[in-house]
């Protein structure tokens, strides 16, 4: 696979809720490149009902990570696609140490640099607000807040539903999880010398676009 001169690849951090998604696809679009949500990916394959989804399913509805392993292939595969030689963003596809590792050995061995390593900072009380209010698209996985389960998600004619994980015991979960599992790739970026540039992920869509966007030389 040829890789463009200007390939850029950026790794999204933060705990669930920070809106990594949202900014994802807006940075994509800006970049020109894609989009890489593991989330997504897994709950495709749960739809889809394909044995990585039928091994991901409970830990995903609980809030538990799935293992590293499957991540480290979803990122293998996503990274030899055809559509990233002009780089990726990666959505909440780095969550624990070994899967930060296991990227820098693949990139490695592609020869590719780690461009930009941003983390979305949100305090916890706001996003426990974010995740319980949240609906999303079960067709096209966009967010919407202040809606019901069952309208019409505008992007794409789908229904909008609550995901199992935005119930409160698995949101508990879940940002216990971050504190424990991702949090410590912060650190582990910062003494590999990859500098990690904190984003205030507070207030509009637009105002963070604006700051991810100038965290990142645009
Ligand atoms: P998200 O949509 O990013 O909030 O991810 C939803 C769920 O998918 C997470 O709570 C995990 O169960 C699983 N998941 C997504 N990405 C990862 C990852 N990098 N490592 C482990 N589990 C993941």
Redesign the pocket.
Known sequence: MAVAADSQIVVLLGP?GAGKGTQAQRLAANLGIPQF????I?RAAVKAGTPLGVKAKS??DS????PDDV?LGIMKEALASPQATRGAILD?????VP?AEGLEQMLDSLGRPLNAVLLFDVPEEELVKRLSSRMVCEGCQTPFMGREPGDTCEKCGGTLVRRK?DEPDAVRN?LAVYKRQTAPVIEWYRTHGVPVRQIDATGTVDAVTARVLRALGK
């Open positions: 669930p949500a593991s989330g997504d897994l830990l995903m809030g538990a990570l799935v991540i909440g596809v780095v969550r624990t899967q994980d879940r």
